[in-house]
Nanobody, 116 residues
Framework: QVQLVESGGGLAQAGGSLRLSCAASGRTIGSGVMGWFRQAPGKEREFVATVVWSGGYTQYADSVKGRFTISRDNAKKTVYLQMNSLKSEDTAVYYC?????????WGQGTQVTVSS
């Protein structure tokens, strides 16, 4: 079993920054892909960014490229999402995800609210 615990959400002003963290416990991540998705009210959950755990390859949604940075700490089994130049449309619940051997694990979600 894998457990993902997110932290770091909250309220920020437009143009500000927040950093999300997601700590994984349980099974080793080694061959997995960790990342962040988000869901705004009335919308479907959407991809934000992912990182391949073993090689560090990253991918970003077009809407966050140049503003968000995903990174990982292997020793702590933690993935981070640094969010800069926040916009009101970034307001959503952000979910940490681990895809490991075809199985998706999700965190409980953390609210990010950006005021304009």
């Amino acid at each position: 079993q894998v457990q993902l615990v997110e932290s770091g959400g909250g309220l920020a002003q437009a143009g500000g920054s927040l950093r999300l963290s997601c700590a994984a416990s349980g099974r080793t991540i080694g061959s997995g892909v960790m990342g962040w998705f988000r869901q705004a009210p009335g919308k479907e959950r959407e991809f934000v960014a992912t990182v391949v755990w073993s090689g560090g390859y990253t991918q970003y949604a077009d809407s966050v490229k140049g503003r968000f940075t995903i990174s990982r700490d292997n020793a702590k089994k933690t993935v981070y999402l640094q969010m800069n130049s926040l916009k009101s449309e970034d307001t959503a619940v952000y979910y940490c995800n681990l895809r490991l051997r075809g199985v998706d694990y999700w965190g409980q979600g953390t609210q990010v609210t950006v005021s304009s």
